[in-house]
């Protein structure tokens, strides 16, 4: 039987507990609004995935994650993976309280919950496409879907480095880890190959979108369009750490294909090969997932979004 309320999905260590800590808040104003709801909280890493899927057999349509990218991510893989309902019978929204909150951004959901929270009854559905991405970890094949951004080289490598980082929670304190992180990091050749072109290079970083913030506000596939049906891409070439510190501020104006190490593209499908010895590392949404082989493609609009 279809259920009208949310199945919400919290994530109370979102925002270093903030989103745990401000549940009894968020309750106050689901009641004043009327909105009816199921709430059930997440205890490890991956676990919304489950959750999900117990929510769309027990008949959910519309499903609510609250807390940041991470459970973003977690929760449209647990959409994409169910087997109880066709994915375009489920409503899903996100109740931001995380420390990046850059899917949101894209769509303009408020990250105040008191603006959004009262605008849920009359939010619109839009449609967006979601990625597809392939990869091994520890020399297992793995597949994840995402649907903001993936990132290979330096971001990976960054995730990697920061996934027990806890002295950040602003845009400021993301930009000064990643300034840090970079003397540590060594380019790795790759190949890329997407319709009829192959460029081999050592990548500083190479990125594939659906929406175009990540890391904080970054725009790093400014191209990026959520419902073209297309993966945006946005390779750049072996630019000297001076250059990166340099052009930091292309990362945030959206320019970053105006330096001459960068180039970027539209296309549905992306394969991407370490050469060498040295694999080339990937994550996606901000969650570090392994390394190459990796290959990427595209759902078209095969995700429904409440938004304002």
């Avoid at 689901?30 to 929510?55: K, Q």
């Avoid at 990976?156 to 920061?162: Q, S, W």
């Avoid at 970083?205 to 369009?225: D, F, K, W």
Wanted: aromatic fraction near 10%; charge should be positive; charged fraction near 20%.
């Amino acid at each position: 039987m279809k259920s009208t309320a949310w199945y919400i999905i919290l994530n109370p260590a979102a925002a270093n507990g903030r989103a745990g800590r401000t549940w009894l808040r968020i309750a106050e104003l689901l009641s004043t609004a009327e909105i009816a709801y199921e709430l059930i909280e997440t205890a490890y890493r991956a676990h919304a995935i489950e959750l999900v899927a117990a929510g769309t057999k027990k008949g959910f349509h519309k499903i609510m994650a609250i807390g940041g990218d991470g459970i973003n991510n977690e929760v449209i893989n647990g959409i994409a993976t169910q087997t109880h309902l066709p994915i375009d019978q489920i409503i899903y929204t996100l109740l931001p309280l995380g420390t990046g909150n850059d899917w949101i951004k894209t769509h303009g959901i408020p990250t105040d919950f008191k603006k959004w929270i009262p605008k849920l009854k009359n939010g619109r559905v839009i449609r967006q496409d979601i990625g597809v991405l392939t990869y091994h970890e520890d020399g297992a094949p793995k597949k994840r879907y995402f649907a903001n951004v993936a990132g290979l080289a330096y971001d990976a490598f960054l995730c990697k480095e920061m996934s027990q980082e806890k002295n950040f929670s602003n845009q400021l304190g993301f930009l000064w880890l990643t300034i840090r992180e970079l003397f540590k990091y060594k380019l790795r050749k790759a190949r890329v190959c997407f319709d009829d072109q192959e460029i081999e290079n050592y990548f500083y970083t190479i990125n594939i979108g659906i929406c175009r913030y990540s890391g904080g506000g970054m725009q790093l596939v400014p191209h990026a369009i959520p419902d073209d049906g297309l993966l945006a891409l946005t390779i750049a070439g072996p630019i000297s750490k001076l250059g990166v510190l340099l052009n930091s501020w292309r990362f945030y104006s959206g320019s970053v294909k105006g330096h001459s190490q960068v180039n970027c593209f539209k296309t549905k499908k992306i394969v991407i090969d370490a050469i060498g010895s040295e694999p080339t590392l990937v994550e996606v949404d901000g969650e570090f997932l392994g390394e190459t082989p990796v290959r990427c493609w595209i759902l078209e609009q095969q995700l429904n979004v409440l938004v304002p």
